[in-house]
């Protein structure tokens, strides 16, 4: 059985950073981020491998954003935060035989969400 369970979050100031956790348990191939605005569907934000060998990112945070996975610590970054990365962000589990694309109907298992709200 995954379970995931995601810290940080908060309100951060545009222009700084973000720092999310997510504890890991159970088996898994892929493990990513994903956010979701009110009114807006949930979007992918990065994924990596279970061996944290290879990371993916979505084009909105690509340059600026850095997935890691320490044992069983999925963490994210994002610098230089917008207005627009304003969002709940979830932190979820793909099995293995699923898509590897960063799509959120690839991943069967969700966190529970935190929130990050970026001010001026």
């Known amino acids: 059985q995954v379970q995931l369970v995601e810290s940080g979050g908060g309100s951060v100031q545009a222009g700084g950073s973000l720092k999310l956790s997510c504890e890991v348990s159970?088996?898994?191939?892929?493990i990513g981020w994903f956010r979701q605005s009110p009114g807006k569907e949930r979007e992918g934000v990065a994924k990596?491998?279970?061996?944290?060998?290879m990371a993916t990112y979505a084009d909105s945070v690509e340059g600026r954003s850095t997935i890691s996975l320490d044992k069983n610590i999925l963490r994210l970054e994002i610098d230089a935060l917008k207005h627009e990365d304003t969002a709940m962000y979830y932190c979820?589990?793909?099995?293995?035989?699923?898509?590897?694309?960063?799509?959120?109907?690839?991943?069967?298992?969700w966190g529970q969400g935190t929130q990050v709200t970026v001010s001026s």
């Open positions: 979820a589990a793909a099995p293995v035989g699923a898509g590897c694309g960063l799509v959120k109907d690839y991943f069967t298992h």
């Open positions: 159970g088996f898994t191939n892929f």
């Open positions: 990596i491998t279970s061996t944290g060998d």
